[in-house]
């Protein structure tokens, strides 16, 4: 069975970090690209960042430029997501993805909440 599991949301004050994981199973993930996503209340999704399968490319939008960084461990079948200086603009729902085309799978989203 195909699993994508995020972990690591929560509730941070402005200028917090939080680090989102994202640990996979039931398929070959050092074989594809994966992706983080997010989507605030009332409003569609955002792409966030992404990086290749070997882990040596990565990318931003440029709502995060600067303040987010996404990193994989193939060994540990996971993809991370170091989110630092938050704004209360990151508020929302961030899913990972995986894709090996024509192949996507879709994790269950961890809550962020950037408040004072």
């Known amino acids: 069975e195909v699993q994508l599991v995020e972990s690591g949301g929560g509730m941070v004050q402005p200028g917090g970090s939080l680090r989102l994981s994202c640990a996979a199973s039931?398929?070959?993930?050092?074989?594809?690209?994966m992706s983080w996503v997010r989507q605030a209340p009332g409003k569609g999704p955002e792409w966030v960042s992404a990086?290749?399968?070997?882990?040596?490319?990565?990318y931003y939008a440029d709502s995060v430029k600067g303040r987010f960084t996404v990193s994989r461990d193939n060994a540990k079948k996971t993809v991370y997501l170091q989110m630092n200086s938050l704004k209360p603009e990151d508020t929302a729902v961030y899913y990972c993805y995986a894709r090996s085309d024509p192949l996507t799978y879709w994790g269950q989203g961890t809550q962020v909440t950037v408040s004072s």
């Open positions: 039931g398929f070959t993930f050092s074989s594809y690209d």
């Open positions: 990086i290749n399968s070997g882990g040596g490319s990565t």
